[in-house]
């Protein structure tokens, strides 16, 4: 499995930004499609965005399509997650994710490797 460590998270005020990393370790990074997940307090973790593992497919989730950007660099092994247009709702823990050969799933169970979350905290 592939290691994988979030960072950038933070408290933003309603309308900012922030760019979440997910730096990957352990294998073959290019070999796996990423995902980016989120949970919010007592609610169920849910899909955000994905990229496959060519970089070519990218998803979102309806409610950041638009704001959010999933990005990748195979040379540093990290995955990002761009978040502008911040809203309260967008508060949660966010969690990278990795399948091997993934083309940009939106399950969780897809996924084979996790990490341990990084904080968003959007105020209003």
């Known amino acids: 499995q592939v290691q994988l460590v979030e960072s950038g998270g933070g408290l933003v005020q309603t309308g900012g930004s922030l760019r979440l990393f997910c730096a990957a370790s352990?294998?073959?990074?290019?070999?796996?499609?990423m995902g980016w997940f989120r949970q919010a307090p007592g609610k169920e973790r849910e899909f955000v965005a994905a990229i496959s593992w060519r970089g070519v497919t990218t998803r979102y989730t309806d409610s950041v399509k638009g704001r959010f950007t999933i990005s990748r660099d195979n040379a540093k092994n990290t995955v990002y997650l761009q978040m502008n247009s911040l809203k309260p709702e967008d508060t949660a823990i966010y969690y990278c994710?990795?399948?091997?050969w993934g083309l940009g799933q939106e399950t969780a169970a897809a996924y084979d490797s996790w990490g341990q979350g990084t904080q968003v905290t959007v105020s209003s």
């Open positions: 352990g294998r073959t990074f290019s070999n796996y499609g």
């Open positions: 994710a990795a399948k091997s």
